[in-house]
């Protein structure tokens, strides 16, 4: 079973920042927060991960609460082509099964013009 | 080279016919994913090969079969399967399995089966 909850949709007008929650109350403490998403029609991308501390690069920007209990991922001016769905997966830095990316049902984000 | 090469990019066959999917990687990558993805639903995990050794199998049918002949390649040979094997096919390399760093997908295979 996925291990996050995040809402099942969000909108999101061009050129303004999306903020996309997710919430992971059960992680454990060597489990990292990773952001996926997933472009109509495409493979899943790679965003962003955390383990602890906020993240920036050059797509996003994941703030993790202090808790660890819940995270955000931010895309600071979203464009048109930025519309997804967006994962937030929890997984551990393993060779084994808890190592896996499991997705969850995601976030779709639409942006609109 | 970042990218995961799926093909074909759709396909369509039988019940009794036997195909292959394939998946190729130039990154290095040691550890190589099946994924399926049924419509309007997130990527489940099939198979995982961790140096060209299957260390998992989500309680896939036997009418899919992986392999994986050397580290840039994976197959996934099907056979025998069912309309509802329909589907979104995604294949993922990571560096290895246990590693913090990142899968690259595929832009995945669209298996309609007849």
């Known amino acids: 079973d996925a291990k996050t909850t995040q809402p099942p949709s969000m909108d999101c007008a061009e050129g303004r920042a999306a903020n996309l929650p997710c919430n992971h109350s059960?992680?454990?403490?060597?489990?990292?927060v990773y952001w996926y998403r997933q472009i109509h029609s495409q493979g899943p991308q790679y965003i962003i991960h955390?383990?602890?501390n906020n993240e920036t690069n050059e797509m996003a920007s994941l703030i993790i609460t202090e808790d660890r209990k819940s995270s955000t991922l931010i895309l600071p001016h979203a464009t048109l082509r930025d519309t997804a769905v967006y994962y937030c997966?929890?997984?551990?830095?393993?060779?084994?099964?808890?190592?896996?990316?499991?997705f969850g049902k995601g976030t779709k984000l639409s942006v609109k013009p | 080279d970042t990218e995961v090469t799926q093909t074909p990019k759709h396909l369509v066959m039988g019940m009794t016919n036997k195909k292959s999917l394939k998946c190729e990687q130039h990154?290095?990558?040691?550890?190589m994913y099946w994924y399926k993805q049924k419509a309007k639903k997130p990527p489940e995990l099939m198979f995982v090969?961790?140096?060209?050794?299957?260390?998992i199998n989500e309680s896939v049918p036997s009418r899919f079969s992986p392999e994986c002949p050397n580290s840039s390649l994976l197959n996934l040979h099907l056979h025998a399967l069912q309309p509802e094997d329909s589907a979104l096919y995604l294949c993922?390399?990571?560096?290895?399995?246990?590693?913090?760093?990142?899968?690259?997908f595929g832009e995945g295979s669209r298996l309609t089966v007849l």
């Open positions: 090969y961790s140096y060209e050794k299957l260390s």
């Open positions: 059960t992680i454990s403490g060597n489990e990292y």
């Open positions: 993922a390399s990571s560096q290895d399995r246990g590693g913090v760093g990142e899968l690259f």
């Open positions: 990154m290095g990558h040691r550890a």
């Open positions: 997966i929890v997984r551990v830095r393993s060779g084994g099964s808890q190592g896996n990316l499991i």
């Open positions: 955390g383990l602890k």
